[in-house]
């Protein structure tokens, strides 16, 4: 049986990951016939820790998922990568304000996401770093996505190629979100925007020897800037004008990357990280 989890780690623990996660959001988004109680919800991305902690504990034992976990602590790297970490709230509001400039339309953040958590009445400043620190603490996707995914990945393809295969997984799994009735964005772009991001990922990882830390750092700022900035989320089809604009720049951003640091580890001075 060991044998088997193994060989087929990969698989078995992406089916794991997206049974737990997709049963929360196919029943948010009312595809399922029933509705998973709220407190469940909130465990939606403990799904990827653990899906993740247990595959590694079947097949390669404690003290391996004990490293996974580790990961996590990983913090101590150069500044240059706790910067790296912004850069996808930066392409954010470098993407508002030049389409702040192409239309000539004032910025407006009257109907940002946080609006539709927080209410139309609260003090949105008030709530952007209790919003970033519960995502920090709660989303688990990182565990999943960089943890336990593109280690295996990377094990037999390059990192850029890695990066794409992880993107198409990532894309796909946000597809029960644009389920949802209430969604009127595209889930093409919002898929390329994930592909781009991937890479990004991938880059910041290899070069942080594989810190967790660190890209879930830029996960939690990348999710608050996209529910406090004028975006268009995965449940809105608002600013899509400048939901394209990110999607160039991050474009851009990904082949910059890969250029300078390298398609084979899209780093040049450490090595992918693996896991066979």
């Known amino acids: 049986m060991k044998t088997f989890l193994k060989r087929h780690s990969l698989v078995i ?27 469940i919800c909130l465990t939606l991305g403990w799904g990827f820790i653990f899906a993740s902690l247990l595959m590694t504990w079947l097949t390669l034992g404690k003290e391996e998922t004990a490293k996974l976990f580790k990961r996590f602590l990983i913090w101590h790297v150069e500044w240059r990568w706790f910067l790296a970490a912004f850069l996808i709230p930066m ?14 339309t004032p910025i407006d953040f009257s109907a940002v996401m946080a609006r539709r958590i927080f209410g139309e009445e609260a003090t949105l400043p008030a ?47 946000h597809l029960p979100k644009y389920l949802a009735p209430e969604n009127s964005s595209s889930f093409l772009l919002g898929s390329a925007k994930i592909l781009a991001e ?9 070069n942080s020897k594989g810190s967790l830390l660190m890209t879930s750092l830029m996960h939690s700022l990348g999710n608050t800037a996209g ?30 990357m890969t250029v300078a640091a390298g398609a084979k580890n899209l780093s040049r001075t450490e090595e992918k990280q693996m896991q066979e």
């Open 198 to 206: 991937a890479v990004l990922y991938t880059w910041l990882y290899n």
């Open 91 to 104: 392409i954010f509001v470098f993407a508002i304000l030049l389409n702040w400039v192409i239309t000539q």
């Open 13 to 39: 623990g992406l089916v794991l990951m997206f049974l737990y996660t997709w049963t929360i959001d196919l029943s948010n988004s009312g595809v399922l016939p029933f509705k998973v109680p709220f407190v």
């Open 127 to 173: 709530f952007i770093l209790p919003f970033f620190l519960v995502d920090f603490l709660t989303n688990g996707e990182e565990m999943g996505w960089r943890g336990y995914v593109l280690p295996r990945l990377q094990a037999k393809h390059s990192a850029l190629v890695s990066s794409l295969i992880l993107g198409l997984l990532w894309a796909f799994w």
């Open 227 to 256: 529910v406090f900035l004028p975006l268009a989320g995965t449940i809105s089809g608002a600013n899509t004008g400048t939901l394209v604009i990110v999607v160039a720049l991050e474009v851009v951003a990904a082949i910059v």
